[in-house]
């Protein structure tokens, strides 16, 4: 046979190429070797008839959470079944996230940056530049891409986070932040000071829907000024989520919750930020607890949740429905005078979180003409695979990787997946194993220790996440 697989009759929807047509895509060898209105279908071993599909590049989430500490290794199966080809974990442990791909991982490609947390991986809110530096150059020997501040949850002081971008900026390590220090929240005061705070340099800023819940301004002006600050600073890049759920850690630590984030929730919520306040908060229904069950992560409130939390000793996830509709949508939506996204992409921070649901909500809004086709296929897959430094994916054309997603349009839903030609998902059931690592040459060999395949990545290939 001339090709491995053929895909037949579907909705071709492609940014990069400005495609928008019924074609054919024939695959050999992990790679796209042929696009053309009708290939023959005795050409291939594997046929598939996409009559009313659409067809778009693998769908990259910059922004997941797949670690034994957040996510767990059920969030590869969640984010199968979500159409997910690519994904890049927000927190680590970068090691955690390696070991979960060789047991639970279903043939997704992952990066990791690891967190940078006080008590954890370092020593206190203000640590010296040589500390900095030593996890720097450990997480990148050990395979991560770069780090991320957990500042809305373990937050360092502003000077100590300036220090970390810029000694990021440095060594070319990816650098992400929750915003928020000692000084400013998880809010638009956090995200405001984080934009300050890295005066230029390169940051890609998370959830930028995090911090427009109106806990300072009525929400929709604070998401208006966070729409006009990464306007005036293209330095930023960013992304945002659809789901109206948050997550974050139920631990309680010394009689009060362990993240600043989860303190705030509950106060939103008009409970007490405190052990008593979390339970009333679970009883109620306020606080979900995030429940591992039948290979997918449930949501527990009342007495069941309580119950769980305590089984646990409070070491779980929590989700509260704290994320407003109208920033949701004005975040997904908005652009620049010249055309480009103001937020580059559209993740999930999903994962083993619940809350991956960029397919049925993504379509809601292009059935609302906030967005085409084309531009869902761009920042739900191309502007993340150039966030990534992936070159060969994002795009169908010949000659890229064959990472290919098939969305079932009338059912909102992800009907197939391919992952270097591979079927990965097909109608709910997922069938890929392991997964291949994205990696920089100074963490190849670390991960290749592993037993892990890798795709290394240039940090100059980061650039142009606009063009």
């Not at 005795?42 to 590049?57: I, K, N, Q, S």
């Not at 100590?160 to 929240?185: E, L």
């Not at 806990?215 to 109206?244: C, G, R, W």
């Not at 085409?372 to 070159?391: A, D």
């Amino acid at each position: 046979m001339k090709y491995d697989v053929l895909l037949k009759n579907g909705m071709v929807i492609d940014y990069k190429t400005d495609t928008a047509r019924e074609m054919d895509i024939a695959i050999k060898d992990g790679k796209i070797a042929r696009m053309e209105p009708a290939i023959d279908a005795g050409d291939a071993a594997e046929l598939h008839d996409l009559t009313g599909m659409v067809v778009m590049p693998g769908m990259i989430d910059p922004h997941v959470h797949v670690s034994a500490w957040l996510g767990g290794g059920i969030g590869h199966k969640m984010m199968a079944k979500a159409g997910v080809t690519t994904a890049l974990d927000m927190s680590g442990p970068g090691e955690s996230v390696f070991d979960l791909v060789l047991s639970h991982g279903v043939g997704i490609n992952i990066a990791t940056i690891e967190y940078v947390r006080p008590g954890h991986t370092i020593s206190c809110t203000e640590p010296a530049d040589a500390e900095i530096d030593a996890l720097l150059d450990k997480v990148l020997k050990q395979g991560s891409i770069g780090v991320k501040m957990l500042g809305g949850h373990y937050p360092l002081t502003p000077e100590a986070t300036g220090r970390c971008i810029k000694m990021a900026a440095k060594r070319n390590a990816y650098i992400a932040f929750h915003a928020g220090t000692t000084n400013k929240g998880s809010n638009i005061e956090g995200f405001l000071e984080a934009v300050q705070i890295a005066d230029g340099l390169p940051l890609h800023l998370a959830h930028i829907n995090a911090y427009c819940r109106g806990t300072i301004k009525p929400h929709m002006e604070e998401t208006e000024l966070a729409v006009q600050t990464l306007i005036d600073n293209p330095n930023i890049v960013s992304e945002s989520y659809l789901s109206p759920l948050n997550g974050t850690s139920a631990e309680i630590v010394d009689g009060v919750p362990g993240s600043n984030v989860t303190k705030r929730c509950l106060i939103t919520g008009g409970f007490s930020a405190d052990a008593k306040g979390m339970e009333e908060a679970i009883a109620a229904g306020w606080a979900q607890i995030n429940y591992p069950y039948g290979g997918e992560t449930l949501l527990l409130v009342g007495k069941e949740g309580v119950d769980y939390w305590k089984s646990r000793n409070t070491n779980t996830t929590v989700s509260f429905a704290i994320n407003q509709v109208e920033p949701r949508v004005r975040l997904a939506c908005a652009k620049r005078e010249d055309g480009s996204f103001v937020v580059d992409g559209i993740c999930t921070d999903g994962g083993g979180i619940p809350r991956n649901v960029t397919i049925p909500l993504g379509l809601a809004i292009i059935e609302l003409g906030g967005l085409s086709w084309k531009e869902f296929v761009q920042k739900t897959s191309y502007t993340p695979s150039r966030m990534m430094g992936l070159v060969n994916k994002g795009v169908l054309a010949e000659g890229k990787d064959a990472d290919i997603t098939v969305i079932n349009t009338r059912r909102r839903e992800a009907e197939m997946t391919f992952v270097d030609g591979k079927l990965c998902l097909y109608k709910g059931a997922v069938f890929g194993k392991g997964g291949k690592i994205i990696t920089t040459k100074d963490g190849e060999a670390f991960v290749k220790g592993k037993g892990l395949e890798t795709i290394v990545v240039r940090p100059e290939d980061r650039a142009g996440v606009r063009g």
